[in-house]
C-alpha cells in the first residue's frame, strides 16, 4: 500500500502541474496549522493611526481600515478556508454517493425518482440554497458547508451516474447479485472502485468552489461571521476601497486564486497518476508484486 502511495505521489510530482498543485495544498496545510499556534501579529491588536498601511516590515502585507494586520488574518483565515473546504467534500461525497446508490437501485421506482429528483434539484444555485439556510441556522460557516454540500452532491451524482450504472450492469456485478451479495456489497466493492477517477476530479473541483463559494456568500452576508478570520471576510471588508487600497484586496484575492487553481490541478493529476492505464510505473509495481508472490508460493512448496 505504502509503495503504491508513494509511486502515486512519485508520479504527480514529476509532472508540471502536480508538482505546482502539490507545493500549493502543502504550504496551504503547514499555513493553516502554524496559524492555530502563531501569526506575526494577534489577530484583534489595531492600531487606527496606521490604518491602510503599505507593506512594511512590521506588516508585510500592509494593515486594512481597522490597523490589524492582513498577513495575519489571511494566516488565521486558512484554517477555516480549510476546514470549509474539507468538510464541503466529505458531505459532498457522502450525499453523492447516497444519491448514486439509489439511481444504480434494482428497483426502479427508486432509480427513477432519484433521477427525477436530482435534475429537479440541480438548477437551484447555491446562493439561494445558502439564502434558505440562513433563516434557520443564521450567518456561519455551516451554512456554506451546508450549500456547497448539498449542490454539488447533486452535482457529483449526475456526472457520476453513465459511470455508476455502467459498472452496476457489467458482469461481475450481476454475478455477485446472483450469488445473493447484497446492494450495499455491490456498490461499494463494484460501483464505487469504477467511478473513482470521476470522484477525484469532481471532489477537487468541488473543493475549489466551496473556497470562491465562501468568498462571495460572506460578500453578501450569509456566509461565516463578521469575528472569523476568511479569505473571504477579508476580501469583504476591504473590497469597497479597491480603488483607493487596491493591495488590501490583492493578497486574498491572489491567495484565492493560487488555491483554486492548484486543486483543479490536484484532481486532474492525481486521477492521471493514480490510474494504471496512464501511469505504467503502477503497472510495473503491480507486475513486480504479482512475480513477488509466485516466487514465495514456490519457496514454500
Known amino acids: 500500500m505504502m509503495a503504491r502511495i508513494w509511486t502515486v505521489a512519485r508520479t504527480m510530482w514529476s509532472h508540471g502541474s502536480g508538482r505546482y498543485s502539490l507545493i500549493v495544498l ?23 493611526y496606521h490604518a491602510w498601511d503599505t507593506p512594511s516590515p512590521a506588516h508585510p502585507l500592509g494593515t486594512d481600515g481597522t490597523g490589524a494586520d492582513v498577513l495575519s488574518w489571511l494566516m488565521a483565515g486558512s484554517a477555516t ?13 457522502a450525499i453523492g454517493l447516497l444519491l448514486v446508490g439509489c439511481m444504480v437501485s434494482r428497483r426502479s421506482g427508486v432509480a427513477s425518482a432519484t433521477v427525477a429528483v436530482v435534475d429537479a434539484l440541480i438548477s437551484i444555485p447555491t446562493v439561494l440554497i445558502a439564502l434558505l439556510l440562513t433563516v434557520p441556522l443564521g450567518a456561519s460557516a455551516g451554512v456554506i458547508v451546508g450549500a456547497c454540500s448539498i449542490a454539488y452532491g447533486l452535482n457529483l451524482a449526475r456526472i457520476a451516474r453513465p459511470a455508476a450504472m455502467l459498472a452496476a450492469t457489467s458482469e461481475y456485478a450481476q454475478s455477485a447479485r446472483l450469488g445473493g451479495a447484497s446492494g ?17 476530479v469532481q471532489l477537487s473541483m468541488s473543493a475549489g468552489t466551496s473556497i470562491l463559494a465562501e468568498a462571495g456568500l460572506t460578500y453578501l452576508g450569509v456566509g461565516v461571521g463578521a469575528g472569523t478570520p476568511s479569505w473571504g471576510h477579508s476580501l469583504a471588508t476591504s473590497v469597497k476601497f479597491i480603488n483607493v487600497f487596491p493591495l488590501t484586496v490583492l493578497w486574498p484575492g491572489l491567495v484565492v486564486t493560487v488555491v483554486v487553481v492548484a486543486l483543479n490541478l490536484f484532481g486532474d493529476a492525481l486521477r492521471d497518476a493514480a490510474d494504471p492505464v496512464t501511469n505504467p510505473a503502477l503497472r510495473d509495481l503491480g507486475g513486480n508484486n504479482a512475480e513477488r508472490s509466485r516466487e514465495e508460493r514456490g519457496e514454500r512448496r
Open 26 to 48: 502543502g504550504a496551504w496545510l503547514v499555513t493553516a496549522v502554524v496559524s492555530l499556534f502563531w501569526t506575526p501579529q494577534p489577530l484583534l491588536a489595531t492600531d487606527g
Open 81 to 93: 478556508n480549510l476546514a470549509i473546504a474539507m468538510l464541503s467534500v466529505l458531505c459532498s461525497a
Open 184 to 200: 450495499w456489497y455491490v456498490l461499494t466493492r463494484h460501483v464505487v472502485p469504477n467511478i473513482v477517477p470521476v470522484l477525484m
